[in-house]
């Protein structure tokens, strides 16, 4: 992503770091000690193996589920290092907490040419059903789960209802939103729509007097091993291990998986002349990503699949990295470029014919960056065609976040014809990406809107804890913060609602009457403790294609 919330690309020397905010926030903060990524403590040579980095699951299924966990076979055997023998890992699932009533159980061997993660994928499961699972290694066993699979596909749900996150950088705060959605008892499933780990080195974003807690390893992550110590690093964190033990999380990558403005042939972020060949750098990431995340090896490469909720809800969720053009300049007509794509071909093939044959009510999309057109007193070809061609001007306005959809109007035009022509309805995108949370009519023409139609609608989740515009101007919240937004709602009238200001989470309820979002706000990032409180909630009506205020959360 490409933006003011972003540290614009420098040079690499010796004495000067790669990455830096543009601004340097005010916020004080304390340099946390630094951390191995789950090594047992000093003088434990003896010890039996240990699961250090907590238990997952993932992309639930009406007969199945996706276990995953890491084990520590000797102390050494840090994530990265290659060290430690392979090992045998017994995994267990059963109907209730006690395990007295197992359903499944199994054993898979953790290797160290897979840094002793293991997954399990258990079929044979009743649908819409919670489950709790363990994993065992010699005397030692793991921490217990709790997860659940989906509705049966014919089943008629008269709600599903998800957590929804993005963009968490360990160093900019502690993860207080996954511990609240942890504490919920109402969820089949926590939608992870990318950034769940940042690449930069440590002090690199944010800057060094803002970090508040030192990741692992301290340089930016390049290599496999990198790659593998950053994700055990950041599964050290007891929040983010909570929301994994107690909720499947289905997740999608974004750009600082592997590098900041991510593409198929480069990133922002990445310099071949001294950090090698990129689709060296992307491979052993997508390796280390698929190694720790609970995601199906048969989606190995890519992410974008789809996951069903009876005939209530899809989840199509889309992989906006793998295949896209290279992002062009901030005003460039070449936006418009019908040759550029963000999806790829295949891809959107794949979205168009999965929206087209849903029997389900809600279409839903998990899109890792935002498909609402944005723009600042834009001059519009749809008022100016002449003087719009004649500069070069994108069709749609003057294209400000060129990393989102608005950089490839093309791809964005023929999805929401696609979504008028074929009269598809209740389609929802659910978006991260920006640290802003927004809610969002998704119009056809947004020049005209909103006297021309709206096909879809968006809700747009802010981050965990990723800088936001008043954390990186070192501003109190409602300053600079209300000129913006009031600036952008009065160039975009499609957009109903912009929170600037907070970091938190969201919750999606989704009912046959309407698809509602309630967003939270954390009090305070740097804090541990944070609390969590109700900010506002929107909603979807079925048939509308429009969002409207609700007044109160869904629960």
């Known amino acids: 992503m490409t933006s003011r919330l972003k540290p614009p690309h420098e040079a690499a020397t010796p004495s000067t770091p790669r990455r830096r905010t543009v601004v340097k926030a005010a916020a004080t903060a304390a340099v946390a000690a630094p951390l ?74 953790a290797k160290a040419a897979a840094d002793h993660t ?15 699972f363990r994993f065992s290694a010699g005397p030692t066993t793991s921490p217990t789960g709790r997860t659940r699979t989906t509705p049966a596909y014919d089943a008629t749900a008269a709600n599903v209802r998800f957590g929804v996150v ?84 289905i997740a999608i990558w974004d750009d600082h998986e592997v590098a900041n403005d991510a593409w198929s042939g480069g990133a922002e972020n990445h310099t071949p002349e001294t950090e090698g060949p ?34 209530l809800a899809d989840l199509h969720l889309l992989d906006l990295r793998s295949f896209r053009s290279e992002q062009t300049g901030i005003g460039s007509g070449e936006v418009d470029d019908p040759e550029r794509t963000i999806t790829g071909r295949a891809q959107l093939d794949w979205l168009k014919q999965g929206l087209s044959r849903s029997q389900a009510q809600w279409k839903l999309v998990g899109t890792s960056v935002m498909i609402s057109p944005v723009a600042f007193g834009s001059v519009s070809a749809e008022v100016l065609k002449p003087l719009a061609e004649l500069l070069g001007l994108p069709k749609e306005g003057l294209a400000v976040n060129v990393d989102q959809w608005d950089g490839y109007t ?81 160039a975009n009238r499609h957009v109903k609602w912009l929170d600037m200001d907070s970091h938190g989470y969201g919750v999606l309820d989704v009912t046959p009457a309407r698809t509602q979002m309630d967003y939270y706000v954390l009090s305070d990032k740097t804090r541990p403790d944070a609390t969590a409180k109700w900010a506002r909630s929107y909603r979807t009506a079925s048939g509308t294609q429009k969002v409207e205020r609700a007044d109160r959360p869904v629960g």
């Open 36 to 109: 191995v990524a789950g090594a047992p403590p000093a003088g434990a040579a003896d010890q039996p193996p240990a699961f250090l980095h907590g238990v997952a699951s993932g992309d639930p299924l009406p007969d199945g589920i996706l276990l995953w966990t890491r084990v520590t076979p000797v102390p050494d055997a840090i994530p990265g290092s290659g060290k430690g023998p392979d090992t045998e890992v017994r995994w267990e699932l059963a109907e209730d907490k006690s395990f007295a009533r197992v359903a499944a159980q199994g054993t898979v061997t």
């Open 118 to 132: 293991v997954k399990a994928d258990v079929r044979g499961l009743a649908p819409a059903t919670d489950y709790y």
């Open 166 to 249: 993005s963009c968490a950088n360990y160093e900019a705060g502690y993860f207080s939103a996954y511990r609240h959605l942890a504490a919920r008892q109402d969820l089949e499933a926590v939608l992870h729509l990318g950034d769940y780990i940042y690449e930069y080195q440590s002090g690199g974003y944010p800057e060094t007097d803002d970090v508040l807690r030192a990741q692992q390893p301290a340089h930016e992550i390049v290599s496999l091993a990198d790659y593998r110590l950053r994700h055990g690093s950041y599964k050290t964190d007891a929040d983010l291990q909570a929301v994994h033990a107690r909720h499947p999380v």
């Open 278 to 311: 990129y689709a060296d750098r992307l491979k052993a990431a997508k390796q280390a990503y698929f190694e720790w995340m609970p995601v199906r090896p048969a989606t190995e490469g890519t992410v974008y699949r789809r996951i069903r909720y009876g005939k």
């Open 410 to 490: 093309d791809d964005r035009r023929e999805l929401l014809g696609h979504l008028s022509d074929q009269g598809i309805e209740d389609t929802v995108f659910l978006t991260g990406d920006i640290h802003m949370a927004w809610a969002n009519d998704v119009p056809l023409k947004a020049a005209t809107y909103p006297f021309s139609k709206s096909a879809a609608t968006e809700f747009v989740v802010t981050s965990v804890t990723s800088d936001n515009i008043d954390d990186i101007l070192g501003v109190a919240p409602h300053t600079v913060s209300l000129v913006a937004a009031g600036a952008i709602r009065a």
